[in-house]
C-alpha cells in the first residue's frame, strides 16, 4: 500500500521561506514522477510544481515560478518543495501526489496517490 507523508509547513511572514517535504513508501519510488498541488479554501485544488522519476525534469505554475524548486531524493524515497519568497496568497493546504508514470503532468486525475496534505500559512 502506497503511504505518502507531508511534513515542514507552518505560519512563515511573507517574503520568508519554507520547504516541504514528502516520504513515499509502498512502490518503486524511482519510477513514478512526483507533484505539489495546493488548495486555499473556497478554491479548487490547482497544481504547482512536478518532477519525472530521475529529478531531471521540472514543471512549475507560473505563479510560482522563480519562487519554488522541486527536487526529489530517490534514496530516501523523498520529493521536496522548496518555497522562497512567499507571499499570503500562497496560504493553502499543500498535498504531494505520486504519479501513474515516469513523467508528471498538471492534471490531478493523472496521479494515483495522496498525501494527507500539511497547511502553510503566510501572514502579511
Known amino acids: 500500500q502506497v503511504q505518502l507523508v507531508e511534513s515542514g509547513g507552518g505560519l512563515v511572514q511573507a517574503g520568508g521561506s519554507l520547504r516541504l517535504s514528502c516520504e513515499a513508501s509502498g512502490r518503486t519510488f524511482s519510477n513514478y514522477a512526483m507533484a505539489w498541488f495546493r488548495q486555499a479554501p473556497g478554491n479548487e485544488r490547482e497544481f504547482v510544481a512536478t518532477i519525472n522519476w530521475s529529478g531531471t525534469r521540472q514543471y512549475y505554475a507560473d505563479f510560482v515560478k522563480g519562487r519554488f524548486t522541486i527536487s526529489r531524493d530517490n534514496a530516501k524515497n523523498t520529493v521536496y518543495l522548496q518555497m522562497d519568497n512567499l507571499k499570503p496568497e500562497d496560504t493553502a493546504v499543500y498535498y504531494c501526489?505520486?504519479?501513474?508514470?515516469?513523467?508528471?503532468?498538471?492534471?490531478?486525475?493523472?496521479?494515483?496517490?495522496w498525501g494527507q496534505g500539511t497547511q502553510v500559512t503566510v501572514s502579511s
Open positions: 501526489a505520486e504519479g501513474a508514470t515516469g513523467w508528471g503532468t498538471v492534471e490531478s486525475y493523472e496521479y494515483d496517490y
